[in-house]
């Protein structure tokens, strides 16, 4: 697997990136962000003729800036959407000891293009909600992109 795009979760020690929640951190169901997100999104996705599935259980939440993570997931999102056509499109979770992702396999060939101007935006808000961002190829050739994020900031 290569590695096209990459952030690194933050490296920062306790006292300078706390994850207590403080008022700009609430409660965030995964799943209904995505659905909110979706809606807007569902536009975009007709004149490209996708379709996109929201394949992330109910059950998983996390307490973050709301505005930050919708952002990041908006422009990723859109970014996939912009890059398919006549695709069925599935936003994914897979939640490990230490990590959640949140995935689009097979997210396009020429998906950095789209993501290119916005990048360094995208990777600061990442950080900011103690996330990463990886582009990765796969043995067919395949680009997946991800949003790891901590799951230290898990919600129950």
């Known amino acids: 697997m290569k590695t096209i795009l990459s952030t690194s979760l933050p490296t ?11 008022h700009s951190r609430i409660k965030v169901s995964l799943h209904n962000l995505v659905d909110q997100l979706l809606i807007g999104l ?5 004149r490209r003729d996708n379709v996109v599935v929201n394949g992330i259980p109910e059950g998983i939440c996390f ?14 999102m859109s970014a996939v959407i912009n890059s398919k056509q006549n695709e069925c499109i599935y936003v994914q979770t ?7 992702f949140v995935g689009v396999k097979d997210a396009g060939t020429y998906l950095y293009r789209s993501l290119a101007p916005e990048f360094r935006k995208l990777q600061h808000a990442a950080e900011q909600i103690g996330a990463s961002i990886d582009l990765h190829n796969d043995h067919n050739g395949n680009a997946n992109i991800v949003l790891a994020m901590s799951n230290r900031r898990l919600a129950v």
């Open 94 to 100: 897979l939640v490990d000891d230490e990590r959640t």
């Open 42 to 46: 569902q536009p975009l996705a007709m």
């Open 12 to 22: 920062a020690g306790p006292s300078l990136f706390s994850f207590e929640p403080s």
């Open 63 to 76: 307490l973050a800036e709301e505005h930050l993570l919708a952002y990041v997931l908006w422009n990723l």
